[in-house]
Nanobody
C-alpha cells in the first residue's frame, strides 16, 4: 500500500545538472531515513546519499560536493540535486525509505527507479 515514485531522470551532458524527486504515498504513519541509491549496468546497487528525519545527511565520496539531498516532510518527498554530472554518474537511481505504517513498523520501501544518462 506504500509506494515511492521517482521522477526527474533524463539525458544530460557532462557538467550539467538534474534534480530527482521521490514522493511517498500510502497509509504512512511516519518516515524515518530516506535515501538515493543507484545501479549502473553490471554493477551492484550503491548508496548515493541519505537523509534522516531530522535532516542529517550522508553522501558517497564519489558525489560529495556535487550532489545535495533534501526532504520535505510535509510532502513525504525527498530530492536529489545533482550538479557537475559526470559520465560515471550514469545509472538507474532508486529512492529508498524506512517508514512506519498502520500495520508495519520499520518497513523498507524502494521506488521503481529513474534513469539518469550523462553523455560525455
Amino acid at each position: 500500500q506504500v509506494q515511492l515514485v521517482e521522477s526527474g531522470g533524463g539525458l544530460v551532458q557532462a557538467g550539467g545538472s538534474l534534480r530527482l524527486s521521490c514522493a511517498a504515498s500510502g497509509r504512512i504513519v511516519s518516515i524515518n531515513d530516506m535515501g538515493w541509491y543507484r545501479q549502473a549496468p553490471g554493477k551492484q546497487r550503491e548508496l548515493v546519499a541519505a537523509i534522516t528525519s531530522g535532516g542529517s545527511t550522508n553522501y558517497a565520496d564519489s558525489v560529495k560536493g556535487r550532489f545535495t539531498i533534501s526532504r520535505d516532510n510535509a510532502k513525504n518527498t525527498v530530492y536529489l540535486q545533482m550538479n557537475s554530472l559526470k559520465s560515471e554518474d550514469t545509472a538507474v537511481y532508486y529512492c529508498n525509505a524506512d517508514l512506519v505504517t498502520a500495520r508495519e513498523r520499520y518497513l523498507e520501501v524502494w521506488g521503481q527507479g529513474t534513469l539518469v544518462t550523462v553523455s560525455s
